[in-house]
């Protein structure tokens, strides 16, 4: 393992070494640039005072870390490909005291203060310099931070206080070092497999439009907090997506998506495998553009392998935090940053069938022999995690909580995991066990549905396989698909949907989407598969996990049965389509 | 984990192969172009494709170290479609609206046939049916019907030009430049009073390929090496001082040596310390020099962006000029040349050259001002009253439509004198004016003008070094905070005299078509009078706690 501690002195007071890794239990302070550059601002900083202002009460540093090498490819020639490293930092200075701070404050994460042209983060572990940048960073925070608190105080004068909440949340000081690996890729092989890959699609003329982007990642979290802890946890992903496009003969554009994950380049899948998920991808698409449109439909859905999972990771899993609405937000301001969770208040309510068990465990590295792509030993606020059983025989027993405290529940079970909003961090899942005790066996699934339908005299029944979660659509799509809806969150676009007629037979439609979807109705679920899908993403806070949509990710799987859930409603999406091309397409020439 | 757009690239070594692509392209364009002209309402009447080409390689360091490097290849797709007739066409301005169709879409940088035409074929369907809607709704707006000013028509009529010359490849040797910016950026360590600094290098080509429907089939292109020296600081009072240097050539190899460099940044280090002491302008109106660099600046602001063709035309421009053609604008003994096929100037690579416009037209010298009298504008295929073609002044940035922009801008004097004439003649100004001092603008970082009639016809220039040049012969004295205002018109009427040294500012001009490579050559200039305001500051305090000691402790150069 390398390290990527390179030496510079400065004036030759300040011999750096290359270091080795320190244990998680280390009692002497590690000679490390990083971490006593920034344990040694923070002990200047705890002693900031403007004026009569107050003193910070907690300081804490982190600097996000990451090496990528990124490739895109469309029809055999390379789009783009970019090797990159950089630091990012963030200083969180919280003046006044647990109980009544600068944060949950529509200021708080604002800038008030000075800034200073500080350019890129130094990405050599030179001390003077890093401690020159916290220096900096510090003063702009802290001016910021003292600001933010005159404001919320002057802002409180004229509100009604309803129940008090603390701002924030006491933790324990964590001491958990782990090595953050540089990238060794290698850039050749790669450019030219993404190449050949995104070659599949000359293959099939009728996709209009395709690419293929390989992303690989190494890196993590640098963080030191005033209260003594001291983390460091890396971070490391790679990811191959495949997009296509078709356009049907009456203008409606189809999309889908093929995305493999893993922790280093060396596991994602091999050729083959990628290249039969593609080319999967692509007959699906050009399968869309010549399937009728659906029609609207009210009844049994049954959601097999992959989509049974990603209706746990978007219905499920997002109403699993709570979010707290800032000082100043004021009310019904609707559709702003704060989406409150639709299990809000349900704590001890049943939300599943109560045959239901649900368990979050970022401890757990391993299942059946393969690799969780949601693991990890200490979160964004340096608390360390522990399995978490979130549902109990249908029951809610707890929510994923980070050191924000929110109605109900100080304290944090360690689930921050991006960055949030006001300064806050976000949480989101990390390994989500979903498992039933009445299973039956998989194949049983589609028998039920049939049964149902017969039962209730309907011609057919419903099969997704695919939801577009995370989502790949364009920007104008996901405006549409959230300002359409009615009450509640929209869900994600079904892309795979097949009806199935009494006798079998499966027909695949386009065009459809759910209507009225939500927490409610997974109480409605009728049976589960004794399969379990294991589906990999990077979760973001964006609306339905848009690739693309926010700054920051979070490896994230969830490990779910196929469901087959009663009275979903599905419709015929009224979009407006664009017309077919005037021209012809070029002819391929392979 | 931090998630970045794809965008850029990195290096290939693949030899450059203009006619695959422009292949390609030509034979995209007549299967689309022929297509379109048969089947759609309405047809097109002329199809253009650009792709530009970007290689580059940069380095950039702090206080010794360096913080990044970064490289990267792309290429940029703009297609222009025109539907309807020269007359009017869906590029019609209509009160100050232009159309947008282009989006410089991500093209593979690679020769990949299969890639490239599709692309092709996706931008055209998708440029098309915008510029239909657009020329329909033209068509039915009324605003149109209403007489124009300017009856002139949409596109002008030119001669098809054929060349492919491809520019030099990309050189930078990348060790070597990690070396000299530790080796620069160290240099500020030096210095205590400044609080942020940097330095970077980088080295980019871009080649243009273009192709049209009336038969143009163009490959040129150009290189930009570029240094850049900042460095900023925090008065007491809270006043953020600032200051940068920059050095342009064509490639690496034009970039200036090490002791020039350290120079720099010895000048732009103790100008910031400076700064940081001296006192804040107060307002003033009375007379001045603008150094050669600050006046090239200043004749590019408030002059070059009021010649530029397509303003003449839209009725919501100020339209200082639109009527002033054979009339005197400037002094007689100025003359204001733009020339794009000028490389150099005293040895100094220039940054505004180009051989071919972005709508295929070969750049030309025009002067704009002889002898202080209008004689035409610049031109891109958008014709204006008296002027129906272009002049090779077309120029966008990719993935935005082309206006008419500047390129290099030559200011000649046959009033020159001295430096120190110059001065003179300013210090008698002073006396005679009665006033105390006079202004010495040496740097501008640039500024910003409001050519729309909506806005304020003024100008705001922002100085970064100016001193006051006292009429009882004390030293000059430095002093921050000053913004210089005014008016155009007024403006040019008060230059008296200028210098007999001609200097090169090379910069970048943002406006409605993006960001384009410019060059402002100037001799210095003795002006009446000028008016400065105080510059809007920041009130926060300097940092709080002092610099953590390691870092004083660690100073006393580089290593």
Not at chain 1, 367 to 394: A, C, Q, T
Request: hydrophobic share 35%; proline share 5%; glycine share 8%.
């Amino acid at each position: 393992m390398k390290t990527s501690w390179l030496k510079y002195t400065a004036g030759g007071l300040f011999a750096l070494t290359a270091l080795g890794i320190l244990g998680a239990q280390a009692q002497q302070e590690p000679a490390d640039p990083m971490f006593q550059a920034m344990r040694d601002e923070i002990d200047r900083a705890r002693k900031l005072a403007l004026a009569n202002l107050e003193a910070p009460y907690f300081v804490e540093f982190t600097v996000d870390e990451e090496e990528s090498f990124s490739v895109s490819a469309n029809l055999g020639g390379l789009l783009g490909r970019r090797r990159e490293r950089f630091r990012s930092p963030s200083v969180d200075i919280r003046v006044g005291d647990y109980k009544f701070d600068n944060g949950n404050y529509v200021g708080s994460g604002v800038g008030f203060g000075t800034r200073y042209d500080l350019g890129r983060f130094p990405l050599e572990d030179s001390y003077p310099l890093l401690r020159r940048y916290f220096w900096l960073l510090t003063d702009s925070a802290y001016k910021s931070s003292v600001e933010a608190i005159s404001r919320k105080r002057a802002a409180m004068r004229n509100l009604q206080q309803g129940e008090q909440l603390n701002d924030f949340a006491h933790a324990d000081p964590v001491k958990s070092v782990r090595p953050i690996r540089r990238l060794t890729v290698d850039e050749e092989q790669w450019a030219g497999r993404v190449r050949a890959l995104s070659a599949i699609f000359a293959e099939y003329p009728d996709v209009k439009n395709s690419a293929v982007e390989l992303e690989i990642s190494e890196g993590g979290l640098h963080l030191v907090n005033s209260e003594g802890t001291e983390t460091r946890e890396p971070e490391s992903a790679a990811l191959l997506r495949a997009r296509a496009v078709a356009q049907a003969p009456d203008g409606m554009t189809l999309r889908d998506a093929a995305t493999f994950h893993a922790h280093d380049a060396a596991h994602l899948p091999s050729d083959a495998e990628l290249r039969r998920g593609i080319s999967e991808m692509a007959q699906n698409v050009v399968a869309l553009s010549k399937a009728p449109r659906g029609e609207d439909y009210s009844g049994p859905v049954l959601f097999e392998g992959q989509a049974g999972a990603q209706v746990f990771a978007e219905v499920l899993s997002r109403n699993l935090t709570l979010t707290r609405r800032p000082v100043g937000e004021g009310a019904g301001r609707g559709g702003g940053g704060t989406q409150n969770s639709e299990l809000d208040g349900r704590m001890g309510a049943r939300v599943l069938p109560d045959t239901f068990d649900v368990v979050d465990d970022p401890t757990q590295t391993e299942w059946r022999g393969r690799p969780l792509f949601g693991s990890y030993h200490v979160d964004r606020e340096g608390v360390v995690p522990k399995p978490l059983r979130l549902i109990e025989k249908g029951v809610l027993k707890s929510y994923l909580l980070t050191r924000q405290p929110v109605r109900g529940f100080e304290g944090s079970n360690g689930r921050a995991r991006l960055p949030g909003s006001f300064g806050t961090s976000a949480a989101t899942v990390s390994n989500l066990f979903i498992s039933a005790t009445d299973s039956v066996p998989a194949a049983e699934l589609k028998k039920k549905l049939i049964e149902l339908c017969r039962t209730r005299n309907k011609p057919y029944g419903i099969i997704v396989r695919r939801m577009d979660f995370p989502s790949t659509a364009g920007l104008d799509e996901v405006r549409r698909l959230v300002g359409g809806q009615q009450g509640g969150r929209p869900v994600s676009m079904p892309i795979l949907v097949y009806k199935v007629y009494v006798d079998g037979r499966e027909e695949l439609v386009r065009g459809l989407r759910f209507r009225g979807f939500n927490v409610r109705s997974l109480k409605d679920i009728l049976a589960s598969g004794d399969d379990s899908a294991v589906f990999e993403y990077m979760d973001n806070t964006a609306p339905f996990a848009l690739v693309g949509g926010a700054g920051f990710t979070a490896e994230t799987c969830v490990i779910a049965p196929s469901i087959l859930i009663d009275d979903l409603e599905l419709h015929p999406a009224e979009e407006e389509s664009p017309k077919l091309p005037v021209v012809s397409p070029p002819d391929m020439t392979r | 984990m931090y998630c970045l757009p794809l965008l850029g690239l990195v290096a290939s070594n693949a030899p450059a192969q203009p006619t695959v692509l422009l292949d390609a392209m030509s034979q995209e364009l007549n299967r689309n172009f022929s297509a379109l002209k048969e089947k759609a309402d309405p047809p097109p009447y002329y199809l253009s494709y650009e792709i530009t080409e970007q290689e580059f390689r940069s380095v950039s360091g702090t206080m010794g170290t360096v913080d990044a490097t970064s490289g990267g290849k792309s290429r940029a797709l703009d297609v222009s479609i025109r539907v309807g007739t020269p007359k009017l066409d869906n590029y019609h301005r209509v009160r100050g609206d232009r159309g947008q169709f282009t989006s410089g879409a991500i093209t593979t940088f690679e020769d990949n046939v299969n890639s490239i035409k599709r692309r092709l074929w996706l931008e055209t369907d998708r440029a098309y049916r915008a510029a239909a809607e657009r020329l329909i709704r033209i068509k039915t707006n009324t605003q149109v019907k209403v007489a124009e000013a300017d009856d002139s028509d949409d596109f002008s009529t030119e001669a098809p030009a054929t060349s492919v010359q491809m520019p030099p490849k990309l050189k930078f040797t990348e060790a070597q430049w990690q070396e000299k910016i530790r080796r620069y950026s160290g240099r500020f360590q030096n210095y205590q009073s400044v609080l942020t600094s940097h330095v970077s290098v980088v080295s980019q080509t871009d080649t243009r390929y273009l192709v049209n429907s009336e038969g143009s089939r163009l490959a040129h292109g150009r290189g930009f090496a570029r240094i850049v020296i900042s460095a900023s600081s925090k008065a007491a009072d809270g006043t953020d001082v600032s200051s940068f240097e920059t050095f342009e050539a064509v490639d690496e190899s034009g970039l200036p040596d090490d002791k020039i460099v350290l120079a720099a940044i010895d000048r732009v280090a103790n100008d910031v310390s400076s700064l940081l002491k001296a006192p804040e302008a107060q307002p003033f109106v009375g007379p001045a020099i603008f150094s050669g660099r600050a006046a090239g600046v200043f004749f590019h602001e408030i002059f070059g962006h009021r010649v530029e063709g397509h303003r003449q035309k839209d009725e919501s421009e100020g339209q200082t000029f639109t009527k002033s053609v054979n009339t005197k604008v400037l002094p007689d003994f100025l003359s204001v040349v733009f020339d794009p096929t000028r490389k150099k100037v005293n040895g100094i690579d220039l940054n505004g050259w180009y051989d071919y416009d972005d709508e295929g037209v070969k750049g030309r010298a025009i002067t704009a001002v002889d002898k202080g009298v209008l004689k035409t504008f610049l031109m891109s295929r958008s014709p204006i009253a008296g002027f129906p073609v272009s002049n090779g002044h077309g120029r966008r940035q990719p993935g935005l439509e082309v206006v008419s922009r500047q390129s290099n801008l030559l200011v000649e004097s046959t009033n020159a004198v001295s430096d120190a004439r110059l001065r003179q003649m300013l210090l008698d100004e002073v006396k005679k004016q009665g006033k105390p001092y006079g202004l010495y603008f040496r740097d501008i970082t640039g500024g910003f003008t409001t050519t729309q009639r909506a806005g304020l016809q003024a100008f705001k220039v922002i100085p970064v070094i100016v001193y006051r040049v006292y009429a009882d012969g004390r030293p000059d004295e430095l002093v921050r905070g000053a913004d210089i205002v005014g008016t155009p018109l007024s403006s040019f009427s008060k230059i008296i005299a200028t210098s007999d040294k001609q200097e090169v500012f090379n910069g970048y001009c943002g406006a409605e078509s993006g960001s384009v490579p410019v060059s402002a050559v100037a001799p210095a200039i003795l002006v009446s009078e000028i008016e400065i305001e105080k510059k809007a500051k920041s009130n926060d305090r300097p940092p709080l706690l002092p610099e953590p000691t390691s870092m004083e402790a660690s100073k006393g150069g580089a290593r």
